[in-house]
């Protein structure tokens, strides 16, 4: 009896992991759960985790289609690998410590065939405890917010849609809207927009490739959308990696958003203002401790040249 082949997906769930384990064991199982009702494929690329997540992956469930990786390829590589594979009309980036809660996959693949302008959509994030995570999508950085985080404005006045405003402050994310930006930890964007873009740029290692992604993405037209009617909880906690070093590789992220994306003339000002924000933190104390931004400023040699 010949094999009879089965229709392509509508989509394409891409899990990037690395040393999270339980997590994204997790991840994938409430993927299972809640996405019963959509055809879709899932992709996993494991970044040669030291804790044997691959392992435990492959183990656990057969049908995903599993890259274990020798080297740790980064986030934005390693969502390339499996996008080229990926054969859904919609890709759909989502973090290992994630939990899809309440069928949100599917209610975000809805929004995106009732709003198909937007070319990328993002949904609600909570924290584990069930309050509100602001940075499921957030405001393109301007010279006016690198202004309030390196005079401290922003710490001050964390709820303040003028000086916060980067954070969309204010507003609790219980409506749809456009948004500048969808975080990269649970993006679903059009295999046709995706393939237009060339998918994320292979410059950014960990953090600002969904930034890069979506102002790309405005200037070819695309309008991405937030919906309230998708949730997700981020647990948090993932692969453990000191506070200095996760800042180091933020601010080389924000330094490359910068050359990337900001006029010719405010980028020597813009990439100033960003230098100020570790001695912000510094003398605060806020977020991190003091040392730990200390660590930030005395490695600035490496983050201020935009490589990893």
Same mark, same amino acid.
């Given at each position: 009896?010949?094999?009879?082949?089965?229709?392509?997906?509508? +989509?394409?769930?891409?899990?990037?992991?690395?040393?999270?384990?339980?997590?994204?064991?997790?991840c994938l199982e409430s993927v299972e759960r809640e996405t019963r009702d959509l055809?879709?494929?899932?992709?996993?690329?494991?970044?040669?985790?030291?804790?044997?997540?691959?392992?435990?992956?492959?183990?656990?469930?057969?049908?995903? !289609?599993?890259?274990?990786? =020798?080297?740790? +390829?980064?986030?934005?590589a390693a969502c390339n690998l499996a996008a080229a594979a990926a054969q859904g009309?919609?890709?759909?980036?989502?973090?290992?410590?994630?939990? @899809?809660?309440?069928?949100?996959?599917?209610?975000?693949?809805?929004?995106? =065939?009732?709003?198909?302008?937007?070319?990328? *959509?993002?949904?609600?994030?909570?924290?584990?405890?069930?309050?509100?995570?602001?940075?499921?999508?957030?405001?393109?950085?301007?010279?006016?917010?690198?202004?309030?985080?390196?005079?401290?404005?922003?710490?001050?006045?964390?709820?303040?849609?003028?000086?916060?405003?980067?954070?969309?402050?204010?507003?609790?994310?219980?409506?749809?809207?456009?948004?500048?930006?969808?975080?990269?930890?649970?993006? +679903?964007?059009?295999?046709?927009? *995706?393939? !237009?873009?060339?998918?994320?740029?292979?410059?950014?290692?960990?953090?600002?490739?969904?930034?890069?992604?979506?102002?790309?993405?405005?200037?070819?037209?695309?309008?991405?959308?937030?919906? /309230?009617?998708?949730?997700?909880?981020?647990?948090?906690?993932?692969? $453990?990696?000191?506070?200095?070093?996760?800042?180091?590789? @933020?601010?080389?992220?924000?330094?490359?958003?910068?050359? =990337?994306?900001?006029?010719?003339?405010?980028?020597?000002?813009?990439?100033?203002?960003?230098?100020?924000? /570790?001695?912000?933190?510094?003398?605060?104390?806020?977020?991190?401790?003091?040392?730990? *931004?200390?660590?930030?400023?005395? $490695?600035?040699?490496?983050?201020?040249?935009?490589?990893?």
């Open positions: 009896m010949s094999d009879i082949a089965r229709p392509a997906p509508e +989509l394409s769930i891409i899990v990037v992991s690395y040393g999270t384990r339980a997590l994204t064991l997790a055809a879709h494929e899932m992709l996993v690329v494991d970044n040669a985790s030291p804790d044997g997540s691959a392992a435990a992956i492959a183990a656990r469930f057969s049908g995903i !289609r599993l890259w274990a990786e =020798k080297t740790n +390829l980064g986030f934005a009309k919609y890709l759909l980036f989502l973090n290992p410590d994630a939990e @899809v809660k309440d069928r949100a996959i599917e209610h975000l693949v809805a929004f995106a =065939k009732r709003r198909p302008e937007a070319g990328i *959509w993002g949904g609600r994030t909570l924290y584990a405890d069930g309050t509100l995570n602001p940075m499921s999508c957030y405001r393109r950085e301007t010279l006016w917010s690198l202004f309030c985080r390196a005079s401290g404005l922003a710490t001050l006045f964390r709820r303040s849609p003028l000086f916060h405003a980067h954070t969309y402050a204010g507003w609790i994310r219980d409506s749809e809207r456009e948004v500048d930006i969808v975080t990269g930890g649970f993006l +679903l964007i059009a295999r046709e927009a *995706w393939q !237009r873009l060339g998918g994320f740029a292979p410059e950014f290692f960990m953090y600002g490739e969904d930034v890069d992604l979506c102002l790309r993405a405005r200037a070819l037209g695309y309008r991405p959308r937030f919906t /309230p009617e998708a949730t997700i909880v981020h647990h948090g906690g993932g692969a $453990r990696k000191d506070d200095a070093t996760k800042l180091v590789q @933020v601010l080389t992220a924000r330094t490359l958003i910068i050359r =990337k994306h900001f006029p010719r003339g405010t980028q020597g000002l813009a990439l100033a203002l960003l230098a100020f924000v /570790p001695w912000v933190g510094r003398f605060s104390g806020t977020l991190f401790p003091r040392s730990t *931004w200390r660590q930030v400023w005395q $490695r600035r040699g490496q983050w201020r040249t935009g490589q990893y």
